[in-house]
């Protein structure tokens, strides 16, 4: 009876197989491995370098074959000011008694909705003690809005606004 049972679920597993459609265009190899080895053989790819087309510049529709382009960063043309950082931290400090009463704290992308979560890097309840938080930015051409909101409808809100500075090593955000 338990043959007959793993050689039914054996039958099933190997029918299921891999459920993507048929074979056509995918190039991705497949590898197998056996009960005996331990570990699986490496799956071999071959690759390619693009090359691209370029019409020629006189009027007789000739097309030159231009030089592959290279792979990664070889490929890239990128301006010399360009610094690749791909985020920035920040350090705010709210100092001590920016606020006397109970308030709240947004600080998001400038121009943007502070309603919106995807656009605020810190939402946070404030009070009088102030604080220090380090915030990261996605990129280093951001610049920031601070709104600070108070429980009580009677007081305006305060806005502080920010950017980066690329010539700072460190970002820092004093708020007083």
């Known amino acids: 009876m338990n043959k007959l ?6 039958l099933a ?13 995918q190039s991705n190899p497949s590898t197998t491995t056996s009960s005996s080895s331990t570990a699986a053989a490496p799956a071999t790819t071959s690759t390619s ?11 007789t529709g000739d097309t030159v074959a231009a030089q592959p382009q290279g792979e990664g960063m070889d490929s890239m043309d ?17 100092s001590d008694n920016v606020v006397s009463e109970r308030a709240f704290i947004n600080i998001c992308k ?7 979560a995807d656009n605020c890097f810190l939402r946070a309840p404030l009070d009088s003690n102030g604080f220090t938080t380090q915030i990261q930015l996605p990129h280093a051409d951001q610049k920031l809005k601070a709104e600070i909101w108070f429980y009580s409808t009677s007081k305006e809100p305060l806005v502080y606004n920010w950017e980066v500075d690329a ?7 004093v708020i007083n």
């Not at 049972?5 to 054996?10: A, Q, S, V, Y």
């Not at 010539?167 to 955000?173: E, L, R």
């Open 110 to 116: 400038q121009g943007e909705s502070i309603t919106n």
């Open 49 to 59: 370098t693009p090359t691209t087309i370029e019409q020629d510049s006189t009027d």
């Open 5 to 10: 049972i793993i050689t039914l679920m054996t």
């Open 13 to 25: 597993l190997t029918a299921c197989g891999g459920g993507s459609g048929g074979s056509e265009g």
């Open 167 to 173: 010539s700072q090593p460190t970002q820092t955000w």
């Open 78 to 94: 990128v301006d010399v000011a360009f610094d690749f950082r791909s985020n920035v931290a920040v350090e705010v400090t709210l």
